[in-house]
């Protein structure tokens, strides 16, 4: 079955630092989901990518989907408090109705 | 607020008993899933309902068993309650091309 895998499991930055997660699955994707979950929170949306080489940005987050459509990156520039949280990606297959499949996610720890 | 409620926030079983999760979606939303995250890991997909039919499951056995009614609301049950279910139960609602899932912010299930 389809699998999607998160590297790091956790990172400790300092306030005004960058930071990035990466995202790869073992299939090609259909699409690609970002979530964010605060502690004792539930996950909540960020973007989708669709595109293959598909470059996103939100502020201070950009999005990437590789040119295979198998990997991703998210990246914070000049991280704050308030992006503390675990940043999950989750992948979509390519087959009929096929289903999100999450990573185990990154967890971001921001220190002022 | 996503618009997706769940019920109860908080739950204990004892081991063999058998529980029923609630999960209203959010308006206009016509699919519902079912994630089990368990502490520290992402959410595992359980399964999906579109219009009152389940139309994908994942690697989880029958005694995890759901409906969803004519309103779009859903329930997820299980039976004969074991301690590795002890998890965070997340329910989210989507559109049919699952674009965006909202999610609910979850049953914590303890099994002692």
């Known amino acids: 079955g389809q699998q999607v895998m998160q590297i790091p499991q956790y990172q400790h930055v300092q306030e005004g630092e960058d930071f990035t997660t990466y995202c790869n699955s073992s299939t090609t994707l259909s699409n690609i989901q970002w979530y964010k979950q605060r502690p004792g929170g539930h996950p909540v949306f960020l973007i989708q990518l669709v595109k293959s080489g598909e470059v996103k940005k939100q502020k201070r987050l950009t999005f990437q989907f590789g040119e295979a459509k198998k990997n991703s990156s998210l990246h914070i520039t000049a991280t704050q408090t308030t992006d503390v949280g675990t940043y999950f990606c989750?992948?979509?297959?390519?087959?009929?109705?096929?289903?999100?499949?999450f990573g185990k996610g990154t967890m971001l720890l921001v220190s002022p | 607020e996503t618009g997706v409620t769940q019920s109860p926030t908080h739950l204990i079983k004892t081991r063999g008993q058998q529980v029923t999760l609630r999960c209203s979606s959010q308006s206009g939303h016509n699919t519902v899933s079912w994630y089990q995250q368990a502490l520290g890991q992402g959410p595992q997909f359980i399964f999906q309902?579109?219009?009152?039919?389940?139309?994908g499951r994942g690697n989880f056995p029958p005694r995890f068993s759901g409906l969803q009614f004519p309103n779009y609301s859903s329930e997820l049950n299980v039976n004969a309650l074991e301690l590795d279910d002890s998890a965070l139960y997340l329910c989210?609602?989507?559109?049919?091309?699952?674009?965006?899932?909202?999610f609910g912010q979850g049953t914590r299930l303890t099994v002692v």
């Open positions: 989210a609602s989507s559109s049919r091309d699952g674009s965006e899932a909202f």
């Open positions: 309902y579109y219009r009152e039919e389940e139309n």
């Open positions: 989750a992948g979509r297959g390519t087959s009929g109705y096929s289903t999100l499949t």
